[in-house]
């Protein structure tokens, strides 16, 4: 990741994303940014958009996701 000068990396996921996207962004010292859901429990890819920077290496779209799943609309 220095390569491309990425110092503070993070990944974006919805709350419902596998829980192993915390314990390996806990591990490997990446930040784990959440979006809320929408009301009928699908991630908010609106949010999502919002919390990408320059810094994040991984969109999280799951299908189905956890703990729910429903799957997450990301045409």
Same mark, same amino acid.
């Given at each position: 990741m220095?390569?491309r000068?990425?110092?503070h990396?993070?990944?974006v996921?919805s709350e #419902?994303a596998?829980?192993?996207f915390?314990?390996? $962004?806990?591990?490997?010292? +990446?930040?784990?940014?959440?979006a809320p /859901? #929408?009301?009928?429990?699908?991630?908010d890819v609106? $949010?999502?958009?919002?919390l +990408?920077?320059s810094?994040?290496?991984c /969109?999280?779209?799951?299908?189905?996701?956890?703990p729910? $799943?429903?799957?997450d609309?990301?045409e």
């Amino acid at each position: 990741m220095s390569e491309r000068g990425i110092t503070h990396p993070n990944i974006v996921c919805s709350e #419902t994303a596998h829980p192993a996207f915390d314990k390996g $962004g806990h591990y490997m010292g +990446i930040e784990v940014r959440k979006a809320p /859901l #929408t009301r009928d429990f699908m991630a908010d890819v609106s $949010g999502m958009k919002k919390l +990408i920077d320059s810094n994040t290496i991984c /969109l999280v779209a799951s299908a189905p996701e956890y703990p729910f $799943g429903n799957f997450d609309n990301v045409e």
